[in-house]
Structure formats: C-alpha cells, structure tokens
C-alpha cells in the first residue's frame, strides 16, 4: 500500500518480513492482528511519532510480508516479534497489541521471556475457545475456500471484514483492509492463516496470565461481535493489577470505530509506565 509503507524488511527463518521505524523517544511497538496488517494503526500511531520511537510491522504471512505456504500460525510469529525486538535493540518497550496480536505478544512475554515496560491489549484472542462461526466452517474446508472463484472472493472478504467494524465503513475505507487477501497469493494466504488457527497457542500461554510482568490494560468493543467484551472482563479477572476499558459504540476493529479512544487511553497509561 503506497500510503502505508513498510520501507524496511527482516529476514525471518529465510522470509521476508516488513516494518517501518518512526519518530524519536522511548520505543513503542505495535502489533496487528487477523486478518489485518499493520494498517490499523494508521489512525493511531501518526499521534506517537513526535514523543515515541514508533515501531510496526506487518506479521510473516500478512500484509506486505511475504505470503508463505508454510506455518503462519500463532507458533510461530512470537517467535518472530521476540527476533524483532532483539534486531530493534529493544529492552522494555511499551507493546500496544490488538487481536491475534494480543495473543503474539503474551506469547512473546510469557513464553519467550521479553519485557515490556507496559503492555496495552485491545480486544485480544487471548481466552479459549475462540473463533467464529466462519473461521470454524473454513478450518475444516480450507481447500475449497482456496479455490473460490475472483468474484466470489471479492465478495466474501468485505463481508468478513465489516464483520469486525460496528460503523458502517464505506467501500474505499474497507479497501486497504480487503485488498491483500485478494488475487491467488492473497486467497491462498487468507485461508492458509485461517486453517492454521489451533486453540493450543493460547491455552499454553493462559495459565501464565497471573505472572505478567507489566502494567497491562485491556481495551475492549462493547459491541465486539468477533469476540464478546464478557471475555475481556474474563481476562482483566485474571491479570493482577490490570485495567479494563469498555469502548461504547465500537466493535472488535476499534481502530476503525473509536480510534480517539485509544489514542486518549495510551496518552493516559504511557507516562505511569515509564522509568525515572
């Protein structure tokens, strides 16, 4: 996406992956999910650029990193944000996390043992079970959902898509969001990372919630329909010390439907974080 770009690119297990570095000040890095890329943060990250060192990238297998045919899976893009962090030079960044991206970086945490300075969660596949009806039907029909002819694609993956926003998004808005799962490349890879959804990379990281190592809020859409805001109030019951924030008016894309919100809850919770 010309109006999104990743000008720089790791080497991850021999994959190219891209990300973009911007701004000056204390890191903070944040993290897409499915089936997104790193283009949810274009209403939000532009705030933090004149305060913070901003990092974004888009995971192995989304957006503009490389559509591979092998494992795409949660197993595998922890590890590939713990790489970045190392390659970045990153000690305790601030992590801002949505979806299968909160799952990512708690994997990241708790499994590969990196430290945050303080973790921001929005709407997260963090509890089992998880997965919509949709995603259930595709995990047992992969093949066939691959074979799907153009036009029947371009009309399911809007679909999916407004599924997760609660506004009513115009079609030139929804397009940055539609356009990588489009063509063979795109509709293999959509339904590959679909396929590969498996319940296990969250109920490994589950028991090690209590022993976060961060301050930690949760922001969540009341009208989330991906995933309901009951298990958002699940998880804040299971972080000590965390904070949950119920966002009115916005479903499981809240960077869609209440950008300001997120933009006003960091500028509020960043400075707690921070080190004299």
């Not at 990193?65 to 000690?91: F, M, R, T, Y």
């Not at 009951?230 to 904070?243: K, V």
Request: with cysteine; charged share 15%; glycine share 8%.
């Amino acid at each position: 996406m010309t109006d999104w770009p990743l000008a720089q690119t790791y080497r991850f297990n021999g994959h190219c992956v891209r990300y973009a570095v911007r701004g000056d000040g204390p890191p903070l890095v944040f993290v897409h999910g499915t089936p997104f890329s790193s283009y949810v943060w274009h209403r939000i990250a532009p705030h933090f650029i004149a305060t913070h060192r901003v990092y974004y990238f888009d995971l192995l297998g989304y957006g503009q990193s490389e559509k591979i045919s092998g494992d795409v899976s949660l197993g595998v893009q922890n590890e590939l944000l713990a790489q970045l962090l190392d390659h970045w030079g990153l000690q305790q960044p601030d992590v801002v996390a949505h979806d299968f991206g909160g799952a990512t970086a708690l994997r990241t945490h708790l499994l590969n043992g990196k430290n945050y300075r303080s973790l921001t969660l929005i709407d997260p596949v963090a509890l089992t079970p998880w997965g919509s009806p949709f995603v259930q039907h595709v995990r047992q029909h992969q093949a066939a959902f691959s074979g799907l002819p153009d036009y029947i694609q371009r009309a399911i993956v809007p679909a999916y898509i407004r599924g997760a926003i609660h506004r009513d998004i115009p079609d030139e808005e929804l397009a940055p969001y539609v356009q990588p799962w489009l063509g063979d490349s795109g509709q293999a890879a959509l339904y590959r990372q679909i396929a590969q959804m498996d319940e296990r990379y969250t109920q490994e990281a589950e028991p090690l919630y209590p022993s976060i190592r961060c301050p930690v809020q949760i922001l969540w859409g009341e009208e989330d329909q991906w995933i309901p805001i009951e298990r958002g109030r699940a998880l804040h019951q299971m972080i000590p010390g965390s904070r949950l924030q119920a966002i009115a008016n916005a479903g499981h894309l809240l960077q869609e439907d209440a950008p300001e919100a997120i933009v006003a809850a960091l500028l509020r919770f960043l400075p707690l974080s921070r080190t004299p």
